[in-house]
């Protein structure tokens, strides 16, 4: 990994869940690591960016290109679902995502019909805790 690692976060439709993780990330690991914010949309981008992302990127392209580029990819289960998020997260997306060299961080959270079996349902802030907690063992920040 570089010196600085790169986060790259990736949500869509409001950006709600994004935002919060970029907030966290930024608490715990302050500018010891690069925030990217990749929304499926710009109100998902900018979202994330007033979290205090360091740079953001919306649409297709953009998410196709950068997660090419990135050590760490976090988002919900649903980046990797093709058109998820109404819509939103097109094929090609999800595949680049899925076939990014990137370590993968998935929450799972899903508006899809979409069950993992197994899981125990906790409240998004939990999970954020426990992303965090991991990424604390794992990044070398």
Do not use: W
Not at 107 to 122: A, D, F, H, N, W
């Amino acid at each position: 990994m570089r010196e600085r690692p790169r986060i790259c976060v990736i949500d869509g439709q409001g950006g709600g869940i994004g935002s919060l993780i970029v907030r966290r990330l930024r608490e715990a690991f302050e500018e010891r690591v690069e925030i990217l914010a990749l929304g499926t949309n710009a109100a998902a981008t900018m979202a994330m960016m007033k979290a205090r992302a360091n740079r953001g990127a919306s649409g297709e392209n953009a998410i196709c290109q950068t997660v090419k580029e990135v050590d760490v990819i976090i988002g919900p289960l649903s980046i990797i679902l093709a058109n998820s998020m109404l819509g939103e997260l097109t094929p090609r997306m999800s595949e680049a995502i899925a076939s990014s060299p990137a370590l993968k961080f998935l929450l799972p959270l899903t508006q899809e019909k979409v069950t993992i079996v197994g899981l125990r349902r906790e409240p998004l802030p939990h999970y954020v805790d426990e992303l965090i907690q991991i990424l604390k063992e794992t990044l070398d920040v």
